[in-house]
């Protein structure tokens, strides 16, 4: 690494914390009111309701929404999802004890696979979503009504894309075996001639 401090052994903690950061954004998607959201602001959907409120409500049917686990679609987007969840909490957990002992450092592809595993059940979930809302609930029957995908989506996409970067990474440390235990020669840009 670089010179100016930024030895490997001190940095293997980063990868974690990013995991943790899409653990808190995947919460944030799951629990998030703002899926989408009518220009009106007479509607508004969360991932598992569609309400004709602009806070969106409780979800309750009493103040108007309907529950998505009616549909197929609707349970598949937060199985999906959810799936992909579980599952990176599984490789949080894994990658202290990768990244805690040389004997370790084997699992560092097999948690690379898992977390490219779960982006790609979360991209499925996050494609299902907006395709089969819109088809299933006419969202381009009225053109002065525009919908935006909002806020708690967005996580979903923010958690998905630290998902396939920290896959990536985890897929490629093993080969930095002895940067990662301090056992490498330092390496310098340029040497004096």
Known sequence: MLRCGLACERCRWILPLLLLCAIVFDIIALTGRGWLQSSTH???SSLWWRCSDEQGGTGSSAEGCQSLMEYAWGRASV???F???IILII???LSFFALCGPQMLVFLRVIGGLLALAAVFQIISLVIYP???TQT????DNPA???IYNWAYGFGWAATIILIGCAFFFCCLPN???DLLGNAKPRYFYTSA
């Open 137 to 140: 609930f006419n969202l381009h």
């Open 83 to 85: 799936c992909g969840f």
């Open 91 to 93: 490789c949080f957990i």
């Open 79 to 81: 199985a999906m999802l």
């Open 131 to 133: 395709v089969k809302y």
């Open 145 to 147: 009504v525009t919908y």
């Open 42 to 44: 007479v509607q508004t």
């Open 176 to 178: 930095y075996e002895d």
